[in-house]
């Protein structure tokens, strides 16, 4: 039996997958949380092979979720279920520690298929992702600015190319207007860009955003 715990801030989507899981004889919800604090306290009190972990959530991020559950429970494997395009995301959350990436739009049978392999040991990602994995190991680049933000300022980046005002990206990420205007600033200066218009530019190009 797998032992799976659900992490997301959407009850409708929590109970959606809680349906898809029931109905498969050898996986079996046993908790599940709307935030990550909830979720490191239920991950505490209850024994799980993998969890299903949303990256945008209240409080505690994805990527800091991520990494509390593999120091306090490193035997169990996290599946990343998100909203973000893959190119966005899944390669750093593979190198965080993650056991596989898969968005929201993914089928049900996609998931059953990526839970059973990652609580077996295996790594699950999309074979677009793969393959995309795949010509970069073969046909090795220079490695592009945004990968050497840290995952905050990333947050912050993805949050700015939306559009999205100071104010309003501060009460998602749950962080003072003048901090998210300090990581906008060390984004600008990592990425060599001078205004919001270019980091757009940089986004679209790089496909961070479509």
Do not use: W
Not at 116 to 121: C, L, N, Q, Y
Request: a neutral charge; hydrophobic letters at 40%.
């Amino acid at each position: 039996m797998i032992r799976i715990f659900i992490v997301d801030d959407h009850s409708l989507f929590r109970a959606g997958v809680r349906q898809i899981l029931a109905k498969q004889s050898d996986l079996r919800v046993v908790g599940e949380a709307g935030n990550g604090g909830e979720a490191m306290t239920g991950i505490r009190e209850r024994d799980c092979d993998v969890v299903l972990l949303d990256l945008t959530m209240p409080g505690l991020g994805g990527f800091e979720v991520l990494g509390d559950i593999k120091r306090e429970r490193p035997h169990a494997a996290v599946l990343v279920l998100s909203m973000h395009p893959e190119d966005q995301y899944a390669t750093r959350i593979l190198k965080a520690g993650a056991s596989g990436y898969l968005t929201k739009e993914s089928a049900a049978e996609e998931l059953i298929v990526a839970i059973r392999k990652v609580a077996a040991g295996g790594i699950y990602v999309s074979a677009h992702l793969a393959e995309k994995l795949a010509s970069t190991l073969q046909t090795p680049t220079e490695v592009p600015p945004h990968q050497m933000l840290s995952e905050r300022e990333f947050q912050v980046l993805t949050q700015l190319v939306k559009g999205k005002k100071l104010k309003e990206i501060a009460n998602v990420l749950f962080l003072s207007e003048k901090t998210i205007t300090t990581y906008r600033s060390r984004i600008l200066e990592k990425l060599n860009l001078h205004n919001n218009a270019e980091l757009i530019h940089y986004a679209i190009q790089n496909k961070l955003i479509s």
